[in-house]
């Protein structure tokens, strides 16, 4: 059928017409049957008259059936002509439906027939021409015949009108989508679909998308193209309505009110399946539409087949698309130039090479996950070391994602340290010692006279390699300073910095972009991640396969796309073969301390106490570690069981000399007290003679001390030991003392301790509430590292501490001659049989109420009366008058019943709670221990 093909429409039947009743053939009969009768007189004649009538009105009626008849005929072939026509019709409206569809395809026809002839196709002016849907279309088809006929009406009106057709509209009027976000994206999914299935990449190119939600569209070939194209397309949403001009805009909007002005076409998303559309120029016009929205799925497998296509036809060749995969072992590593020029991959035209020097002197990479970041990173790394010696070019390379990326080339000789962040202290380590680094280099071109490093030869150039910058500084933020510093003064140094992160934008800061003036990019999310770091928004729309796809972009040069070399295995180890045998390059920084140094390897001093070796790399050197009391002040060192706390005291008790007395805390809690109670009233004393032997006192798990201690006793243990440090220097005395944590009134005394060593503890929180920076903790600190002021200490080993656990003297109770012993005794009855036994010649007496003094004819010579507090309180007269002369032994009790049996706030030597355990006041008030 041709378009202007014509149908002849039959004219419907007419009303049947009616036979006049036949008045003369039924009267003529009559008259002549009369005018019979009256010549023959026969009445048989008049029976003619009836036949006229009769014969009239069965003629009638043979007329009316014979009508009728035809009526129906009639009828029923104008039907049958209808029908005809009817299906005439619906196979001329599915020919045009299918022809429209072949010149416009819907995107279900775009994915139902991805290899149809028509892909690529279309002519110039059909290029912009998309369908926005299926509905009611104007037919071809012409009517003629009996068109005009009130019974025609409906046909006429089917014949004008194809149904589900496609509704066609110029892209280039810009065409907006209404409705919820995600059926309105599916809809324009399909749009943009039949956009690229029109023409190829040569003549479409899409040249912008928005940040999320399309990644899908950068697989399109149309998408990665460059160079002119016919026709341009954006998508836009409402977060990206800034987007730059195009020939064609497909916009994403919630309402009509976000809709951009420059779209006139005006598609509501009513559901999944239907919507309306009108158009700016006559709004009042709303066509209903069947609408074939597509999921990211379909979308991205179709965009795919479209890049494959792309790739086997050759169709982006001419427009500088870089081959699919590039062999670090194929680019031209020996091409002249400078040590730091370095061929990272292959472009349309040929090798495209980077010099740090030249270009640099620093170079920051942008790249999403999965983009080929590490191959570039291996690529430049392992170009570098091909063309330099090690002490020409050293490698520090810094990966921040667990090591993988560099561990195959740790077997360059080049490779000065790989920084990971498997080892925090390590890494710590390595990144401070780069402020020493600076430092180094920058005193040997001021002692050389020059402001160069490439004019000092044995001053190498060192190039810093970090991958993932941003994890970097996540975990060591004050690093960034330091990064803007070389970046700064790197030139001249002879430091080079590249720094390749995710997402540049908010991480890589300005101070540190503008001397990072050579940029790549490989694939990124958005369009501001691109534009970050390379200036414009090309890497947004690199595709995702084949990875390695980067815009290199140098100074007073264009941006140029490149396939980065993949590095082999084979190709680091050729590399690290030829330079075999050279000379190392110098390292930044030293290595770690060993975790075993004994104290007999260290220089002893004779004014200072040996703890360790200390490790200084920003300084990038190592020395003793020594606790000088007069300048430090007393020592308190922090740690979990087996952290090292206790090698530290029996290396500090080992260096007993001229200059220091040594005493350890005895284990026994009595000596224990008896030590303190003496030097706290040592430390009170403080003449103006200079002490020329001071003492040192070593107590070893301080909180586990205190802790076998009643409340009582152990607030006065704390408080004689808050005497010792606040007024001992004085007397020369100083206190050392480990403890796990600061247990319960600890905090007080640990305020008094001048310096603290910071060992491993149990957790982050212990770590913290002693009073530990966060981020030096570690629970992977080996034994005897520690922090103190700030600087990383491996205490010296020795031999286990030698702790006194001998108890304090306690001598058996004696009774003198004559003598009367006053006992108090919370088991009065055990303590008086014991006391027979020990003393057969004494009057031992159990005391009761009533109880009176023994008058001097009658009692013996020893007496003893033993009670309880009870009983000596019954008795309070009695023990006031015996008091005076004799000798009061108070067994083991509370302090509130040793208050109220000797009157006396004085507190007495701490004493064992084992029985038999008492103290002796003698009459004159001293007290002294004794067993009873």
């Known amino acids: 059928m041709t378009q202007h093909a014509q149908i002849r429409?039959?004219?419907?039947?007419?009303?049947?017409?009616?036979?006049?009743?036949?008045?003369?053939a039924s009267i003529a009969p009559v008259i002549a049957a009369v005018a019979i009768w009256a010549i023959t007189r026969s009445p048989y004649v008049l029976m003619f008259a009836i036949l006229g009538p009769v014969i009239a009105i069965a003629g009638m009626m043979d007329s009316r059936l014979t009508g009728r008849r035809r009526a129906r005929r009639q009828e029923r072939e104008y039907r049958e002509g209808i029908r005809e026509i009817e299906a005439l019709l619906d196979e001329q409206h599915a020919a045009e439906r299918e022809a429209r569809l072949t010149q416009t395809p819907t995107a279900r026809e775009v994915l139902d027939n991805a290899g149809r002839v028509t892909r690529w196709r279309a002519p110039d002016q059909r290029r912009r021409v998309v369908a926005v849907g299926l509905g009611d279309r104007s037919s071809s088809l012409s009517l003629t015949g009996a068109t005009d006929a009130p019974e025609n009406e409906d046909l006429c009106r089917t014949a004008s009108i194809v149904s589900d057709a496609p509704c066609t509209v110029d892209a280039s009027r810009g065409i907006a989508v209404l409705g919820p976000q995600v059926l309105s994206r599916a809809v324009v999914r399909g749009y943009l679909l039949q956009l690229c299935h029109a023409g190829d990449p040569r003549t479409i190119r899409i040249v912008s998308l928005p940040d999320a939600g399309w990644e899908w569209a950068k697989h399109l070939p149309h998408a990665a193209s460059a160079g002119d194209a016919d026709v341009t397309v954006r998508v836009i949403e409402e977060s990206s309505l800034t987007a730059p001009p195009a020939d064609v805009t497909l916009a994403v909007c919630e309402s009509v009110e976000t809709a951009p002005a420059s779209c006139a076409e005006l598609i509501t998303c009513d559901t999944t399946t239907t919507a309306s559309w009108q158009s700016a120029d006559d709004p009042s016009n709303v066509h209903d539409l069947t609408?074939?929205?597509?999921?990211?799925?379909?979308?991205?497998?179709?965009?795919?087949?479209?890049?494959?296509?792309?790739?086997?036809?050759?169709?982006?060749?001419?427009?500088?698309?870089?081959?699919?995969?590039?062999?670090?072992?194929?680019?031209?590593?020996?091409?002249?130039?400078?040590?730091?020029?370095?061929?990272?991959?292959?472009?349309?035209?040929?090798?495209?090479?980077?010099d740090l020097v030249e270009h640099g002197p620093h170079a920051v990479i942008g790249g999403t996950t999965g983009s080929g970041k590490s191959e570039l990173l291996s690529t430049w790394a392992l170009g570098l070391a091909a063309r330099n010696t090690p002490e020409e070019v050293a490698l520090l390379l810094v990966d921040f994602k667990g090591g993988a990326t560099f561990a195959p080339l740790q077997t360059l000789p080049h490779v000065v340290g790989v920084i990971t962040d498997l080892d925090p202290h390590g890494a710590t380590r390595a990144l401070e010692s780069l402020k020493a680094e600076v430092m180094y280099r920058e005193r040997t071109l001021r002692e050389r006279g020059v402001h160069d490093a490439s004019q000092v030869a044995s001053l190498g150039r060192l190039v810093i390699i970090v991958d993932e910058f941003a994890a970097m500084l996540d975990g060591f933020p004050e690093l960034h300073a330091l990064f803007v510093d070389i970046a700064a003064r790197g030139r001249s140094l002879g430091m080079h910095l590249v720094l390749c992160t995710q997402r540049p934008t908010g991480v890589v800061r300005d101070s540190l972009l503008a001397n990072c003036t050579l940029r790549l990019s490989l694939r990124v999310n958005n369009r501001a991640d691109s534009t970050a770091v390379i200036g414009v928004e090309t890497a947004a729309s690199l595709p995702v396969d084949p990875p390695g796809r980067c815009v290199v972009v140098v100074p007073d040069r264009d941006p140029e796309t490149v396939q980065i070399g993949r590095v082999q295995p084979a190709d680091i180890a050729d590399v690290a073969r030829r330079h075999a045998g050279s000379a190392p390059p110098r390292r930044p920084w030293l290595d770690p301390l060993p975790t075993d140094i004994p104290l007999s390897s260290l220089p002893l001093s004779a004014d200072a106490f040996v703890v360790g070796m200390a490790d200084l790399p920003r300084e990038q050197r190592q020395e003793v570690a020594q606790w000088r009391p007069h300048a430090d002040g007393s020592l308190l060192a922090l740690g979990a069981s087996r952290a090292g706390k206790s090698t530290l005291a029996a290396c500090l008790a080992q260096q007993t000399g001229e200059r220091w007395q040594v005493t350890v805390l005895s284990d026994d809690l009595e000596r224990a007290f008896d030590q303190l109670e003496h030097l706290a009233g040592q430390s009170e004393h403080s003449g103006s003679t200079p002490v020329k032997r001071g003492t040192v006192l070593v107590i070893d798990d301080l909180d586990a001390l205190v802790g076998r201690l009643s409340d009582d006793d152990a607030d006065h243990a704390i408080s004689l030991l808050t005497r010792v440090p606040r007024t001992g220097p004085r007397a020369g005395v100083w206190v050392v003392a480990t403890a796990q944590r600061l247990a319960r009134g600890m905090n007080s005394l640990s305020a008094l301790f001048d310096t603290t060593i910071m060992m491993r503890m149990s957790s982050r929180q212990e770590h913290i509430l002693a009073g530990g920076d966060s981020a030096a903790f570690s629970d992977e600190r080996p034994a005897g590292s520690a922090v103190w002021n700030g600087i990383t200490v491996q205490l010296a080993s020795v031999n286990a501490l030698s702790r006194s656990h001998e108890a304090s003297a306690a001598p058996p109770l004696e009774v003198g001659a004559s003598e009367t012993v006053l006992v108090c005794s919370p088991r009065p009855q055990q303590t008086a049989a014991r006391l027979r036994e020990r003393h057969p010649d004494a009057a031992v007496t159990t005391l009761t109420p009533g109880s009176t003094a023994p008058r001097g004819d009658e009692s013996p010579s020893q007496v003893i009366l033993v009670g309880d507090a009870d009983a000596w309180q019954v008795n309070w007269s009695l023990l006031a008058s015996l008091r005076i002369t004799a000798t009061l032994v108070v067994e083991a009790c509370s302090p509130a019943d040793y208050r109220a049996i000797t009157r006396s706030r004085a507190r007495p030597p701490y004493l064992h709670s084992r029985p038999g355990r008492a103290w002796r006041i003698a009459n004159d008030g001293v007290i002294t221990r004794c067993t009873l």
């Open 291 to 354: 609408i074939h929205p597509v999921t990211a799925v379909a979308a991205a497998a179709y965009a795919k087949r479209l890049a494959a296509l792309a790739a086997d036809t050759g169709v982006l060749s001419a427009y500088g698309t870089p081959p699919d995969a590039v062999v670090w072992a194929d680019l031209s590593h020996e091409a002249p130039g400078s040590g730091t020029r370095v061929v990272v991959g292959r472009s349309s035209h040929g090798d495209v090479a980077v």
């Open 9 to 24: 429409v039959p004219a419907p039947p007419g009303e049947p017409t009616r036979a006049p009743f036949p008045v003369m």
